[in-house]
């Protein structure tokens, strides 16, 4: 993609959200990933039959079609959907399945960010459960790509990169809209500063760190060490 396609596709970004230069380059490496990623996957392996297994015997990820077929749900023993379209599901579903609906537009103007704590919340509660869970949307592609890099973003990856190269490798066609892959590189800062230590967690490590220093020391230093000071002995099986 050259420089003058990519700024034509940005503008209304810039408009909406206010990137920065880093959070621009940022995004159109994950782009570039993507393209890489889905030239080392045939094709013919994009069946779109059933969902997108996920993490095995757990996550899948599918469309709109994969949600409302009840065969489907009982061959695939999913009892938990993720429901992240403006088409609410049959009563005949809802009867069967536990539930989340999420009620998204798929253009790069919606805030879905504000949605993935709850998200993660559900998907974790299925994965202790033991309970298969499907995330959906009209097409499988967007805003259900995005519940999904989400999860595995704080739950299995640290990185966003990391996440996408995986979960394109699982779903080929996953491809969340510019805004929705700005608001992730957005979560990514997100998710790191909460992992960073606090001030007080840092001076307690050091604490716990010099203590530890001092008693080893202390005990090296003693006359008797009760852990490597005890005279020898030695058992000779006759």
């Not at 805030?111 to 559900?122: C, H, L, P, S």
Request: hydrophobic share 35%; glycine share 4%.
């Amino acid at each position: 993609m050259n420089d003058s396609d990519w700024n034509t596709m940005v503008i209304p970004l810039k408009f909406t959200w206010r990137p920065t230069e880093h959070e621009l380059n940022s995004l159109r490496n994950l782009v570039s990933l993507r393209m890489a990623q889905r030239e080392l996957i045939p094709v013919e392996q994009e069946g779109d039959t059933k969902p997108s297994e996920i993490i095995d015997n757990f996550l899948y990820h599918g469309n709109l079609q994969h949600a409302m077929n009840t065969k489907l749900l009982e061959e695939l023993n999913i009892r938990c959907i993720v429901n992240v379209c403006d088409c609410k599901l049959n009563q005949d579903i809802l009867d069967r399945c536990h539930v989340l609906w999420i009620n998204v537009e798929d253009d790069t103007y919606t805030d879905i960010v504000e949605y993935f704590a709850m998200t993660n919340r559900f998907l974790q509660s299925c994965c202790k459960e033991g309970q298969k869970v499907l995330v959906h949307c009209q097409m499988g592609v967007s805003r259900s790509s995005s519940i999904v890099l989400a999860y595995l973003m704080k739950y299995h990856y640290g990185s966003l990169d990391k996440a996408y190269q995986y979960l394109v490798g699982r779903r080929r066609c996953a491809e969340p809209n510019l805004g929705f892959l700005l608001q992730l590189i957005r979560y990514e800062r997100e998710l790191l500063d909460e992992n960073k230590p606090t001030d007080r967690q840092s001076i307690d490590k050091e604490k716990n760190s010099n203590e530890g220093s001092a008693i080893l020391t202390n005990t090296l230093n003693s006359s008797h060490c009760s852990l490597c000071c005890w005279p020898s002995r030695r058992t000779v099986n006759m």
